[in-house]
């Protein structure tokens, strides 16, 4: 992909995160903790409806794109199915319990806010479709500026309060949230208009709407999975702890959104990319080299993060100061994921996907049980330690069912410094209020090792952006060795 398209789809996840580290300290001068877990709630519910409801049509779409002979007739039958039972749901929802509904998310009985769950839901499983256009397209402008204009609603509409002076409570915060939400779905709509309101082309496609289903529904018990790995921490917040505690743990999940742009940015441009290499005869060398760079990257930002994780304490107000122990733990699931979907490509590759659905069970029933035993007595840093244990174990899972089904890879340059990396954040988690001089020299340390370590890929990152091309990837020997490493 050349350094024009790369730099389009940059500029949403990082202009986000930027808009991000503004808004979110905003909101903890202007929000009480409970209300900021009562969002995050809702995010993670609509996260899951996009998956249940979207029968992994999408990831249907994704694979099929380039061979599809009709990409309009391709996106109806992936968004369709999707949409009509959406529609069934929420009726139901609305229809037999909308209180019912409304406590369980945010923990308050109202009709009202049944609606805006529904609405909330429906407008971000539309957005993730015409979302998919924009990818497969390569219009990253266009699906950068979608990301950036809902954000900055968002703050524009948290600086209005705050200048009014008016109430601030659950209905202002959760107003600017859907008015962003409802931006974003506009704008994505605008920009696709070409494909869902097109005419389809005479002839279609060779497959339809089985073929579609019979591929998607693994992955979608896969993403359901995947699911429970990344969102059940905050779920047992919710149950099995205090929205207050799902608020502070929000907080240090919304400052490690670095990490997290890193891994959406990553996938957003990695997917498409990885399939057009497939049929190429150094796709495997290809793939390996960038999971070696991205290793490098993600635990040299975790390792800054945590160098510098002190200034947090003069960035919020006093009762969110244990998130500063929580930020690096929070980190870790991101660049664990992202990796995951570089080093565990090759399953969707050879289209492996059975196993890949496993993999991602065994790593959210390593979560749930970690969550179970974690979240009661430590609240927040339970939830971080154990999603961050849990992605470690699917990192490698993905892994290790990658290199059986397609290619191998070097073990030690890809488990090792993660894993080094993820046990550090682990333990500040757990014991950083107590030992905080020697965290804060620890972690100095950790980020100059990184630095020093890493520094030949930073610098080769650094100078391949600059020459407006990809680095090159060393050629890597299929060897026996490298099955064993």
């Known amino acids: 992909m050349k350094r024009s398209k790369i730099l389009g789809f940059a500029v949403g996840p990082v202009g986000a995160a930027v808009l991000g ?25 609509t996260s899951l409806a996009i998956i249940v409801f979207g029968l992994g049509l999408d990831q249907s779409y994704l694979r099929e794109y380039h061979q599809a ?54 407008t971000a499983f539309c957005s993730r479709y015409f ?17 950036l204009l809902p954000k900055l609603i968002f703050l524009g509409i948290l600086l209005f309060i705050y200048l009014a002076g008016g109430e601030r409570g659950l209905p202002q915060l959760l107003s600017a949230h859907v008015a962003g939400i409802v931006a974003a779905m506009l704008i994505f709509a605008f920009n696709t208009r070409h494909v869902w309101l ?52 929000s ?19 990695w ?13 495997g060398p290809r793939i390996e080299a960038v999971a070696h760079k991205l290793v490098a990257l993600g635990s040299t930002l975790i390792a800054l993060a945590g160098a510098f994780s002190w200034t947090l304490r003069f960035l919020l107000p006093a009762h969110y100061g244990a998130v500063q122990y929580l930020l690096c733990a929070c980190m870790v699931p991101p660049v664990l994921y992202a990796t995951a979907e570089v080093s565990g490509i090759g399953a969707g590759i050879v289209r492996k996907n059975v196993p890949v659905m496993f993999s991602a069970l065994l790593a959210g029933a390593i979560n749930l049980g970690g ?52 046990l550090v954040s682990v333990l500040f988690a757990l014991s950083g209020e107590q030992f905080s001089v020697f965290w804060t020299c620890a972690w100095q340390l950790v980020a100059i090792a990184c630095l020093v370590l890493n520094r030949s890929v930073l610098a080769e990152l650094g100078a391949g952006l600059r020459r407006g091309r990809k680095p090159a990837a060393p050629p890597v020997q299929q060897t026996a060795a490298a099955q064993t490493d």
């Open 21 to 45: 580290a503004v808004s979110l300290p905003v909101s903890t001068w202007m929000f009480g903790a409970a209300d900021i877990g009562r969002i995050a709630m809702l995010q993670t519910v």
């Open 69 to 122: 002979k009709d990409g309009r007739a391709l996106f109806r039958m992936a968004i369709g199915p999707g949409l009509l039972l959406l529609a069934l749901g929420a009726a139901a929802a609305l229809a037999l319990d909308p209180q019912g509904l409304a406590r369980a998310v945010v923990g308050v009985d109202s009709a009202g806010l049944a609606g805006v769950i529904v609405l909330t839901i429906a």
């Open 131 to 147: 979302s998919l256009i924009l990818r497969m397209e390569e219009r990253g402008l266009a699906f950068s500026m979608s990301q």
């Open 198 to 249: 097109g005419r389809a082309a005479a002839g279609g496609n060779v497959f339809g709407a089985g073929d579609l289903l019979r591929y998607g529904m693994p992955l979608m018990v896969s993403g359901l999975a995947f699911w429970g790995v990344e969102a059940l921490d905050k779920v047992s917040l919710r149950f099995l702890s205090s929205f207050t505690e799902l608020g502070n743990y």
């Open 251 to 269: 907080i240090a999940v919304g400052i490690a959104s670095v990490a997290g742009t890193l891994s959406v940015l990553f996938t957003t441009i």
């Open 271 to 283: 997917i498409p990319t990885a399939y057009r290499w497939a049929d190429e005869p150094d796709c």
């Open 371 to 422: 969550n179970l035993l974690l979240v009661p007595p430590l609240g927040a840093t339970g939830a971080a330690v154990s999603t961050a244990i849990a992605f470690f174990a699917m990192l490698v899972m993905r892994s290790e069912i990658s290199m059986r089904a397609w290619a191998p890879m070097r073990r030690s340059k890809l488990y090792l410094p993660l894993g080094v990396i993820t």
